[in-house]
C-alpha cells in the first residue's frame, strides 16, 4: 500500500488491523490523548531523528558476518551508527564499495541489494579488555 500509495489497500489493511483477534499485548491497548496533534511543521524530519540511531555492540562471534555487514550498511544509508562489537571488522569492511552490479558485489558475494558508495564499516570501535 505505502510502496504503491494505494489508499484502498492500506484501508484494507487498516480494516484487517481493527477487526483481527489480539496477538499481543500491544492489541489490548487504545491510545487517547487530550491534547492537540503537533503541526507536522514542527516535528522533526526523519532524516534528522535517524542520525541518533545506533545499534548495541554485537561480537562477531555471537552473529555472523552476514548479520554485521548489512546492518552497517543499513545504518550507513540512513546516517545512523552500527557498533562493530568485540572481534573488529574486516577491512574489506572500511571501503566504498564500486564494483556492484545488479545489487551484488564480489566484495560481499553473500548480500544483496548493495549500491556502489555502500560502506559497511561500523562507526562505532569497540575494543575488547582483559
Not at 19 to 33: H, K, Q
Not at 113 to 125: E, Q, V
Amino acid at each position: 500500500a505505502v510502496r504503491e500509495k494505494n489508499e484502498n489497500a492500506f484501508s484494507v489493511y487498516q480494516q484487517h488491523l481493527a477487526n483481527r483477534p489480539a496477538n499481543v499485548v500491544r492489541d489490548l491497548l487504545e491510545f487517547a490523548s487530550d491534547r492537540p496533534s503537533i503541526p507536522i511543521g514542527k516535528v522533526e524530519p526523519a532524516s534528522e531523528i535517524v542520525q541518533r540511531f545506533c545499534t548495541g555492540g554485537m561480537s562477531l562471534g555471537a552473529i555472523s558476518r552476514e548479520t554485521h555487514e548489512p546492518i552497517a550498511v543499513a545504518m550507513n544509508r540512513i546516517g545512523g551508527k552500527s557498533n562493530s562489537g568485540e572481534g573488529g571488522e574486516d577491512p574489506v569492511r572500511w571501503r566504498p564499495l564500486s564494483d556492484v552490479v545488479d545489487g551484488y558485489s564480489s566484495t560481499f558475494p553473500h548480500l544483496k541489494g548493495l549500491r556502489n558508495s555502500d560502506i559497511a564499516t561500523s562507526a562505532i570501535k569497540q575494543v575488547a579488555s582483559s
